[in-house]
């Protein structure tokens, strides 16, 4: 072999070593990125204790798939009977709920959203999740999120031009991703006619160092779950509610999300409300702001 043969082959073996490296450093660091967000970001259970029968709501326990074989368990509460001013029976919340528990630790607020706002609601386990198959991540989350919005639209007796993104801490991320998604690109999937956002956080890299600031998580979480980012794709009427008290996500990220925004948008802070007792804490104020945004959509959609 000559000189510059010999030259070049030691040239291929160290780009080969250093793509092999590359990709053993990458394969690694998914690994490890998945075992944090196992330990740090999801908290699932798997028995559910409680069901809307429980407080007195009619519902529909469900399956549907995912695009990747996961299946998944829902309930669908219908609209009560229309006798209040502030019913509106044909909006759809497509609750995204938070990192913890399970369906039935929504019991209490699916009663209060059901009966006070008269919507019909949609909410499922993520992936992991009660009697969801599968195990959660990121893009797992995704695609449940895609599926559930996919089984809904499906639904004779949902207005697919009536569906409010509806997410909470975790799931606010979700629902944002979501909505992001639909507004870049045309898939045959309907857009949400609005997002309500409680409890939001700007990304879990943010969130990683106020909670685990000893940690050096950030690195390695990366830019996951980035709501920031996000939002400013979004052209959809959006409305925020954010605890002054909230002991887990600080009011400031709330009002960064909002400052990124594009309008139509408002914010609502609730001074006595913590992360976890926002509708049961928000008072008669709260549910007035949100009978009027739910009116402002019918009130466009009607222009």
Do not use: C
């Given at each position: 072999?000559?000189?510059?043969?010999?030259?070049?082959?030691?040239?291929?073996?160290?780009?080969?070593?250093?793509?092999?490296?590359?990709?053993?450093?990458?394969?690694?660091?998914?690994?490890?990125?998945?075992?944090?967000?196992?330990?740090?970001?999801?908290?699932?259970?798997?028995?559910?204790?409680?069901?809307?029968?429980?407080?007195?709501?009619?519902?529909?326990?469900?399956?549907?798939?995912?695009?990747?074989?996961?299946?998944?368990?829902?309930?669908?509460?219908?609209?009560p009977?229309?006798?209040?001013?502030s019913?509106?029976?044909?909006i759809?919340?497509?609750?995204?709920?938070?990192?913890?528990?399970?369906l039935g630790?929504?019991?209490?607020d699916?009663?209060?959203?059901?009966?006070?706002?008269?919507?019909?609601?949609?909410?499922?386990d993520?992936?992991?999740?009660?009697?969801?198959?599968?195990?959660?991540?990121?893009?797992?989350?995704?695609?449940?999120?895609?599926?559930?919005?996919?089984?809904?639209a499906?639904?004779d007796?949902?207005?697919?031009?009536?569906?409010?993104?509806?997410?909470?801490?975790?799931?606010t991320?979700?629902a944002?991703?979501?909505a992001?998604?639909?507004?870049?690109?045309?898939?045959?999937?309907?857009?949400p006619?609005?997002l309500?956002?409680?409890?939001?956080?700007?990304?879990?890299?943010?969130?990683?160092?106020?909670l685990?600031?000893?940690?050096p998580?950030?690195?390695?979480?990366?830019?996951?779950?980035?709501?920031?980012?996000?939002?400013?794709?979004?052209?959809?009427?959006?409305?925020?509610?954010?605890?002054?008290?909230?002991?887990?996500?600080?009011?400031?990220?709330?009002?960064?999300?909002?400052n990124a925004?594009?309008?139509?948008?408002?914010f609502?802070?609730?001074?006595?409300?913590?992360?976890?007792?926002?509708?049961?804490?928000?008072?008669?104020?709260?549910?007035?702001?949100?009978?009027?945004?739910?009116?402002?959509?019918?009130?466009?959609?009607?222009?």
């Amino acid at each position: 072999m000559t000189a510059s043969g010999y030259g070049k082959t030691r040239y291929l073996l160290l780009i080969t070593a250093i793509l092999l490296f590359l990709l053993l450093l990458a394969t690694a660091s998914m690994s490890i990125r998945e075992r944090i967000e196992r330990k740090f970001v999801f908290f699932p259970t798997a028995a559910i204790e409680r069901t809307p029968a429980d407080a007195g709501l009619k519902f529909e326990d469900l399956y549907f798939m995912t695009v990747d074989g996961i299946k998944l368990n829902g309930w669908f509460i219908p609209a009560p009977a229309l006798s209040a001013e502030s019913a509106n029976p044909k909006i759809t919340l497509l609750w995204f709920h938070g990192n913890g528990g399970n369906l039935g630790h929504r019991v209490e607020d699916l009663a209060l959203l059901n009966q006070r706002l008269g919507v019909n609601i949609f909410i499922f386990d993520y992936r992991g999740y009660g009697r969801s198959e599968g195990r959660p991540a990121e893009s797992g989350i995704y695609r449940d999120a895609r599926a559930a919005l996919d089984y809904l639209a499906s639904r004779d007796d949902v207005d697919r031009e009536r569906i409010v993104f509806f997410g909470r801490s975790l799931g606010t991320a979700v629902a944002v991703e979501l909505a992001g998604e639909l507004s870049a690109k045309e898939d045959g999937r309907p857009s949400p006619q609005g997002l309500i956002l409680v409890s939001p956080f700007t990304s879990l890299g943010d969130m990683a160092r106020i909670l685990y600031p000893y940690l050096p998580l950030r690195p390695l979480i990366g830019n996951r779950f980035n709501t920031l980012a996000r939002i400013r794709d979004i052209h959809r009427p959006l409305l925020i509610i954010h605890g002054e008290r909230d002991e887990l996500i600080p009011l400031t990220q709330g009002r960064q999300l909002f400052n990124a925004a594009n309008p139509p948008k408002s914010f609502h802070p609730l001074p006595y409300a913590g992360h976890n007792d926002s509708l049961r804490w928000g008072g008669e104020e709260l549910w007035e702001r949100l009978n009027s945004y739910l009116a402002s959509l019918t009130q466009r959609q009607n222009q």
